[in-house]
């Protein structure tokens, strides 16, 4: 009997730096959850994978396309928070109800121009935004889509930050990594600044 393909794929669990995994080439999400956080049950039913803009259920094989610079997001679910951010675009017709956000997978595009409407937004809703310029933030949004509360933004030419964002400026604790994953600064920021 053979033993199965191992690969390395690269997961980050906010909050954390990210971390390369050794697991099976078959293995699923929640495989790689188990992993994770050490076979507890308990936070592995606190936590969802995200992996280019999209929400991975338990059953989802591991995607072998990641990288330290895009790892699979591992994001702590805020039962306290379920209000979903409710955006009328062309593309987008449905909204999941708030029973089922845990387990809806839907982008909502970038307008250039004013047809994005929103009608309702929670303080704290999570969303993936990719720029223009090429740049990613992953994280709590406002309602007008900027970065504000907790999130991540990665900037093309490899930098990155994680931490408190106000207004689509950092704002609050944070960290910034250069291009080569080191930390460059780290402590408190005030409209962009590091204080």
């Known amino acids: 009997m053979s033993t199965p393909d191992l690969i390395e794929v690269w997961a980050k669990v906010t909050g954390n730096e990210p971390e390369k995994v050794h697991i099976n080439a078959n293995a699923d999400i929640d495989d790689l959850k188990s992993e994770l956080f050490d076979r507890n049950k308990e936070k592995k039913r606190q936590h969802y994978g995200v992996f280019n803009n999209q929400r991975l259920s338990s059953s989802t094989r591991i995607p072998h396309d990641t990288c330290c610079a895009q790892p699979i997001l591992f994001f702590k679910v805020d039962e306290t928070d379920m209000d979903v951010t409710r955006v009328i675009t062309p593309d987008l017709n449905t909204i999941p109800s708030n029973e089922n ?4 997978t839907f982008t909502i595009p970038l307008v250039d121009n004013d047809n994005t409407k929103v009608e309702h937004s929670a303080p704290h809703s999570v969303d993936t935004i990719h720029y223009q310029n090429g740049d990613k933030y992953v994280g709590e949004i406002n309602a007008q889509r900027e970065p504000h509360g907790k999130g991540m933004m990665c900037w093309k030419n490899g930098r990155r930050y994680e931490g408190q964002w106000k ?29």
């Open 101 to 104: 956000f845990l387990n809806a």
């Open 167 to 195: 207004n689509g400026k950092k704002d609050g604790q944070g960290i910034e990594y250069g291009a080569n994953g080191a930390i460059n600064l780290t402590g408190e920021w005030k409209d962009d600044v590091k204080i």
